[in-house]
């Protein structure tokens, strides 16, 4: 079975800095990967997603991507956040085996300072 | 139409209730699932029905009954619930129970009186 790592509880950074957010998988083959954000009392929306082709993926609202194999790595990272950036982030696994679920990392908090 | 639905948002019951929450998707999905979560924590997966038949049942207390009547409507019934589960409910779909992306709901925010 997959599991997810997000090492990172609590992450601060200026408006306008760069952003980095980490999350390592564990899973024997290519997994799915996906990373989803979540403002408070909302649902997850998906930023991302990665199948397989290209390692650096594009997402929603300025986000990129990059797989890393050797690493077992799919950082998340955006060049200048904004205050509205503010929230929870998720990464999660999955895998083409129909009874696997995907899994969740436990979060990062992202907090902005104005 | 990329929207998963959830109804109601907002739902309090005490403990000897009946309540039901209700989750619709016309998205064409095949996969459709309900998460619980708790605050400050990841979602965790309930149930998941595929093509409209219970796939996988995480060991959920009986108290919880999911029913997909049809492909599009995922339904989750409560009934003697505890204080404890109280949780944001969120609905996901997924085109196939094969990996791929889930589209969440908005959530219905539970509280347990």
């Known amino acids: 079975a997959q599991s997810v790592t997000q090492p990172d509880i609590h992450i601060t950074v200026s408006e306008g800095a760069s952003l980095e957010l980490r999350c390592n998988y564990s899973?024997?083959?290519?997994?799915?990967l996906f990373w989803y954000v979540q403002s408070p009392g909302q649902g997850l929306q998906l930023l991302l997603k990665?199948?397989?082709?290209?390692?650096l993926v594009q997402g929603i609202k300025g986000f990129e991507a990059e797989f890393k194999r050797s690493q077992s790595s799919f950082n998340l990272r955006k060049p200048s956040v904004h205050w509205s950036d503010a929230a929870e982030y998720f990464c999660?696994?999955?895998?083409?085996?129909?009874?696997?679920?995907?899994?969740f990392g436990k979060g990062t908090r992202l907090h902005i300072l104005p | 139409d990329t929207e998963v639905t959830q109804t109601p948002k907002h739902l309090v019951m005490g403990m000897t209730n009946k309540k039901s929450l209700k989750c619709e998707q016309h998205?064409?999905?095949?996969?459709m699932y309900w998460y619980k979560q708790k605050a400050k924590k990841p979602p965790e997966l309930m149930f998941v029905?595929?093509?409209?038949?219970?796939?996988i049942n995480e060991s959920v207390p009986s108290r919880f009954s999911p029913e997909c009547p049809n492909s599009s409507l995922l339904n989750l019934h409560l009934h003697a619930l505890q204080p404890e589960d109280s949780a944001l409910y969120l609905c996901?779909?997924?085109?196939?129970?094969?990996?791929?992306?889930?589209?969440f709901g908005e959530g219905s925010r539970l509280t347990v009186l």
């Open positions: 996901a779909s997924s085109l196939r129970q094969l990996g791929g992306e889930l589209f």
């Open positions: 899973y024997g083959a290519t997994p799915y």
């Open positions: 990665y199948f397989s082709g290209d390692t």
């Open positions: 999660a696994v999955g895998t083409m085996n129909r009874d696997d679920k995907i899994i």
């Open positions: 998205m064409g999905h095949r996969a």
């Open positions: 029905y595929s093509y409209e038949k219970l796939s």
